[in-house]
């Protein structure tokens, strides 16, 4: 038995605009992902999605909960804490020669390493799924490509290989806690 799970990316934000890493910011999307939303809004509704699984940070929660559909708020989905660095530009961080030496490993100063946070949001994750039906995660980059890389079975340091734009969405078919196909990734909802 297998159910349609689909991963869709947070829309854009101003400070992730400016190539920042924003962490545990809670910031909404900017003023062009707010005007994209009813669009992405209709074509996920056309999904038959059932249920909506999110994070408590409002760029992804607000969405979730707009979409009318029975949701999970899990704040164990949050996006990766980058600590000091959240909100500040790649370009303006002086000392990051070693976490981006190691980026699956290492901590930024006052976050968490990105092993840990795919591991607290496949936890989330694998507790939320025992019920059937099409389901959305409405998250973050760093916990989507986390998730995706466990069910195709690819190593953390792959799953930072990924691209995953503003709502940007994924599709796979899940049949067991560790198994799935997928469909197609990274497909741009709201612009067609």
Same mark, same amino acid.
């Not at 992730?16 to 809670?26: E, F, H, I, T, V």
């Not at 409002?58 to 990766?80: K, M, T, Y």
């Not at 370009?91 to 981006?100: G, H, L, N, T, V």
């Not at 503003?166 to 469909?183: C, D, K, M, Q, T």
């Given at each position: 038995?297998?159910?349609?799970?689909?991963? &869709?990316?947070?829309?854009?934000?101003?400070?992730?605009?400016?190539?920042?890493?924003?962490?545990?910011?809670?910031?909404?999307?900017?003023? %062009?992902?707010? *005007? +994209?939303?009813?669009?992405?809004?209709? %074509?996920?509704? *056309?999904?038959?999605?059932?249920?909506?699984?999110?994070?408590? +940070?409002?760029?992804?929660?607000?969405?979730? &909960?707009?979409?009318?559909?029975?949701?999970?708020?899990?704040? /164990? !989905?949050?996006?990766?804490?980058?600590?000091?660095?959240?909100?500040?530009?790649? #370009?303006?961080? #002086?000392?990051?020669? *070693?976490?981006?030496?190691?980026?699956?490993?290492?901590?930024?100063?006052?976050?968490?390493?990105?092993?840990?946070?795919?591991?607290?949001?496949? /936890?989330?994750?694998?507790?939320?799924?025992?019920?059937?039906?099409?389901? !959305?995660?409405?998250?973050?980059?760093?916990? !989507?490509?986390?998730?995706?890389?466990?069910?195709?079975?690819?190593?953390?340091?792959?799953? /930072?290989? =990924?691209?995953?734009?503003?709502?940007? =969405? #994924?599709?796979? %078919?899940?049949?067991?806690?560790?198994? *799935?196909?997928?469909?197609?990734?990274?497909?741009?909802?709201?612009?067609?």
């Amino acid at each position: 038995m297998s159910a349609p799970l689909y991963l &869709l990316r947070h829309g854009p934000t101003a400070a992730s605009q400016k190539g920042a890493p924003l962490g545990r910011m809670n910031l909404p999307v900017s003023p %062009e992902g707010a *005007a +994209l939303w009813p669009k992405v809004k209709s %074509e996920l509704l *056309a999904l038959g999605i059932q249920r909506v699984l999110t994070s408590d +940070l409002d760029r992804a929660r607000q969405h979730a &909960l707009d979409l009318g559909i029975p949701a999970l708020v899990l704040p /164990l !989905l949050a996006e990766q804490a980058f600590g000091e660095w959240d909100g500040v530009p790649w #370009s303006e961080i #002086s000392d990051s020669e *070693a976490f981006f030496a190691d980026p699956v490993k290492q901590v930024p100063p006052g976050g968490e390493s990105f092993v840990r946070c795919a591991e607290r949001a496949l /936890l989330g994750l694998q507790g939320a799924l025992a019920e059937d039906g099409p389901t !959305l995660v409405l998250a973050h980059g760093g916990p !989507l490509r986390a998730i995706l890389a466990h069910f195709l079975g690819l190593s953390l340091e792959r799953a /930072l290989d =990924l691209a995953w734009q503003p709502f940007g =969405l #994924s599709a796979l %078919e899940v049949y067991s806690p560790n198994r *799935a196909v997928l469909h197609f990734h990274n497909h741009p909802m709201g612009r067609g």
